[in-house]
């Protein structure tokens, strides 16, 4: 049985790959808020639509990788 630190690993490699897309989109959000001078630009919510598909991609290559590992 592996370690949880190499299983986590994995995983986020896994995710890595499987939601650029969805990672590019959040990153380019919130990179957005925060180019003004102001800190405070970054609002709670701002990125709602993308922190959700991103969430959702995560949470299904999740899904399939600790499933794949249990076979």
Known sequence: MSSPRVRF?????GML???PGAIAAYGSCV???TVSD???DV???GCETQFQ???ACFV??????TSAARR
């Open 60 to 65: 299904s290559q999740r899904k399939a990788l």
């Open 9 to 13: 690993g994995s995983v986020f490699g």
């Open 17 to 19: 790959t499987a939601c």
């Open 53 to 55: 598909a991103l969430k």
């Open 43 to 45: 609002r709670r919510g």
């Open 31 to 33: 990179s957005a808020a």
């Open 38 to 40: 102001a800190a405070s």
